[in-house]
Structure formats: structure tokens, C-alpha cells
């Protein structure tokens, strides 16, 4: 198996309490897990922002099958002694399960929180395909009043590649 990441690539839907922080927009500040220097940040419970996704870079033609779709993320509780949640859900295509993504409560270092490998783009039975990958998009609510700051955003698709040609045969055949 082989895995790709596909980074942010737009938003919608977003609430103007998810704050923009060091960077031009909320994908830009979601593509590097770079702490403190581009993050989006909120402590109001409920807002949502809609997070879109870059096409795969793996082609279509050299992909047998997607075996699994998961979130990365790092993110990090401001308070010194509470945790703050956020919930993540496949928006496009819908149907997996809300998952949360808890952040240990510590001012300074952000922790990574990776989701439930995904092996099926409705939750139940249908096989993820091509087409899921070049629509993907997350929604993200906050689930806490405690403020989070959220720096990196992205997701890992496991898959098995196409089997390759036989390079002998070619190569034999120009020689």
C-alpha cells in the first residue's frame, strides 16, 4: 500500500468566528504544521467552517483501489488546565461517523491528532473512488468553549497502486 496527502485547497461556509492568524486564508493557514505562525483559531461552540481539499497527485490510471481516507491535524487547547474538542466530519461525500479531535490542554505545544482510517466513503459499504477524492471536503465545528488554535489540516489516503508494466519487455523491444 501507498499513502497521498491532500492539503486544503479552499473554504466555505465559514464563520467569521474562525480567525485567520499569519496567514491570506483559512487554507493557507491549515497547509503546514508550522505552530504558531499560520493557524485559525475560535471558542465560540458551534461555528463551522467547510474545508475543500487539492486533487489527488497520484493519477487515476495508477491507482487500483483507495483503501482508506483519515484526518491529520495539530492543533492546540489555549487554557492551561482544560482540553478543547473540535468535530470533523466528510461533508462531501457524507455518512462516515463525526469524529473528535481532542487538544491536550497546554498554552504552548500543539498536539497531533490523527482520525479513524476510513474504509469506506459512506460509513457502511460503498468503496471510496476517484471521484470521492477529487470532491473531498471536511466540515469542522468547534465542539468547546475553550479556545483552540487549529495550524494544520489534511488528509491521508492509503491505496494500492497499479501494477506496472514490465520494463524488460519494453526495453527489449527498442533494442
Known sequence: MATMILLPDGSNNESLDWIIVGAGSIQNALMFDDGTTAYV???????RMGIEFANPSVLEADITSIDSVRFLSSGKSTDRLSTTRIALEFYVPSGNATENAVYA?????FTTINGTARQYSDGSSA????ANLQDLELRVTMASSIEVYLSYLALEVTYTPAVSADNATFFGANF
Open 41 to 47: 483559531k475560535c471558542d465560540d461552540t458551534g461555528e
Open 105 to 109: 490542554a497546554h498554552r504552548t505545544n
Open 127 to 130: 468503496v471510496w473512488t476517484y
